[in-house]
């Protein structure tokens, strides 16, 4: 009667006979397995999009093949920075105004283009807005014919500062350009602002002039005076109080921001955890702690919308969160507990009269930080497996996607991937930039 040995440690490997001719022991059979799995893993390939898949024995290259998740946390950047006499990079942010959106881009490149020729790049990060939104939006840029204009799908609402900072994957420039996607240029003002920091190295962000959609200068810059006189100050803006010509001052708003790239990666870029609102509060900050100049220039302007992807969404309980993030953050415990006080008290008198106040009580009361608490975490946990997808010109590309962050030698991401989605819903969605 002849019996056979299974090895346990690999399942379909070969039957050895254990007796009679042939026969062998169990230490040969495992080495067998293990030989066999060698060869699987040998046989095993990278798809095109980025996935391991294992070829099956006999099959070719257009035969189906069975797929796997990736072993690796090594990927090879999504698109590496472009090369050339690049010297300025354009980034916006675009979530579901795809109109909006396109007459930014298209505006933009008509001043642009006369200015620097070939030595610009605009870079558009789509926040995973709607499907039809972001369909809409790829035939406005295609019908831009625009090389210069990356677009670049994400897979989460990232927000505003981690999806600039995503943005930085694809540029070279030595310098960037942050722009909401409201905004509209008639005039170029980025060759003064360019102009105006080679001119003085130790600038490290400017900011024009904001106009409203009519025309008239609205606010564009502020000075960090402390919060009791924050609270005492109620004046309204007078435009003939601005400036005639480059001041310093503390932050500039941040529909605008035109950066130094070295004083970018010296202060770590966009805090990501900051979902929506005073993220150049907090940047400003840390540039001004590194020694940088934060300049408001009156002689550049351009005309902003203002909030016009936020149209019908309550956005005080983010705002809320964000500025007593920041002011916990730059300021101290003491700080921050002046700012929830005076909140707390001006929500807690107008509860009694007013629905909205007793909900914005509520909220703020029950409010946790930004990592756990927030609109990209509210959707992080919803989160299901896609795709990024990168429009260069009219050539689409897709790439699969899992999450991590990585930093760059210059201390950017250069790799955005989530993981899978009982990870988010076992840790709240959290990324730190590490120089």
């Known amino acids: 009667m002849r019996r056979s040995f299974r090895s346990r440690r690999m399942t379909g490997a070969r039957r050895i006979p254990a007796s009679g001719d042939g026969a062998a022991s169990p230490r040969a059979a495992i080495r067998s397995s293990r030989r066999a799995c060698s060869r699987r893993r040998r046989m095993t390939s990278i798809s095109p ?4 898949f294992c070829a099956q024995p006999g099959s070719t290259a257009n035969a189906p093949a069975r797929f796997s998740p990736p072993r690796t946390r090594r990927r090879r950047p999504l698109v590496a920075a472009p090369a050339g006499d690049e010297t300025l990079t354009i980034v916006l942010v675009h979530f579901n105004t795809p109109l909006a959106t396109a007459r930014c881009v298209s505006s933009a490149l008509n001043v642009v283009r006369p200015a620097f020729g070939d030595g610009f790049r ?3 990060v789509d926040n995973c807005s709607e499907p039809r939104a972001f369909e809409r939006l790829q035939d406005e840029i295609a019908a831009l014919a625009a090389p210069e204009v990356l677009l670049f799908r994400n897979c989460i609402n990232a927000g505003f500062g981690l999806g600039c900072m995503m943005a930085l994957n694809f540029s070279a420039g030595g310098f960037i350009a942050f722009i909401n996607s409201d905004t509209e240029f008639d005039t170029d003002c980025f060759s003064p602002l360019i102009a105006h920091m080679q001119a003085n190295p130790a600038i490290g962000v400017i900011g024009p002039q904001h106009l409203s959609q009519d025309g008239a200068p609205t606010r564009s810059y502020g000075f960090d005076d402390g919060l009791c006189a924050r609270l005492s100050r109620r004046e309204k803006f007078d435009p003939a109080a ?3 010509a480059p001041i310093d001052v503390d932050y500039v708003f941040g529909a605008f921001m035109m950066f130094r790239r070295e004083a970018l990666a010296q202060c770590g870029g966009f805090d990501p955890t900051i979902f929506l609102f005073y993220e150049e509060m907090d940047i400003c900050q840390r540039l001004r702690a590194a020694g940088w100049r934060i300049v408001f220039h009156p002689g550049a302007s351009f005309r902003h919308i203002g909030q016009a992807s936020l149209k019908g969404a309550d956005t005080k309980p983010e705002s809320d969160r964000a500025l007593l993030y920041v002011i916990r953050k730059n ?12 909140k707390l008290v001006s929500y807690a008198l107008r509860a009694p009269f007013r629905a909205r106040h007793r909900i914005l009580l509520r909220r703020l009361v029950t409010m946790g930080p930004p990592q756990a608490s927030s609109w990209r975490v509210d959707q992080a946990c919803n989160f299901e497996y896609t795709n990024h997808t990168v429009s260069e010109g009219s050539v689409r590309k897709s790439y699969s996607a899992r999450a991590e962050i990585r930093p760059s030698p210059e201390g950017f991401p250069r790799d955005f991937v989530f993981a899978d989605r009982e990870a988010i819903l076992r840790k709240p969605y959290h990324v730190t930039l590490r120089r």
């Open 122 to 124: 605009m870079v558009v």
């Open 49 to 52: 999009t980025g996935s391991r």
């Open 331 to 342: 300021k101290g415990f003491l700080s921050w507990l002046g700012l929830f006080l005076s």
């Open 242 to 244: 601005l400036p005639g």
